[in-house]
């Protein structure tokens, strides 16, 4: 059921962390407008594997039924997908994405998704998380509601893709589109 995967990934991938260190000169109360901050931006790979990695843990009540691609109104998916530096699920693993997603749409296709996506990449530690509508077979931008330890206060979005949804294995992958607003990172870490 790719369609499990769909739903209930959210998630992501990881990647090659660019840090691009905004020339963030010293925050200015004057010129805040003009203030940036640092971002990051990093490409993992999700791989979901149902009832591995990911569960049905509710059925869905109606609507669409199970297919490759849709899963009842309704459905309740609960998964722990590790992340990997490539497509391929041999790669280096660099973080796991956890969390679960609620069928919402008739159709079967869309539902809502909440995840905590863990990395250990390049030096980098902490989490990031997300919640956002999900769609089993295109693209989508989950906004990222804020992090811990390296990710603290990161604000921005993590998209999703298909990549190959055949198979018992489905992968998917995650782009992190992370930003600190001016400011927060002159605040005190958690
Ligand atoms: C997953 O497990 C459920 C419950 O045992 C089963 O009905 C379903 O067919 C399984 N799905 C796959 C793809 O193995
Ligand atoms: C996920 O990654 C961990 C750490 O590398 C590994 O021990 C575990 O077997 C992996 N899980 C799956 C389902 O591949």
Redesign the pocket.
Known sequence: MATVTGSASLLLCLMTISFVAAAAATPSPSKKSEDHGKTLSLTLYQ?E?IN??AYMVVDGVAGAGVSQTTTPFGTIYVFRD?LTVHADRASA?AG?AEGSSVTTSLDGLLSLSAAKITLDHRGRRGSVSVLGGTHNTKPADHPVVGGTGDFAYALGYVRTSPVDLRGSTVTYKMELSLYWPPYAQYAPTP
């Open positions: 791989h594997t591995k990695t590790n693993v796991v």
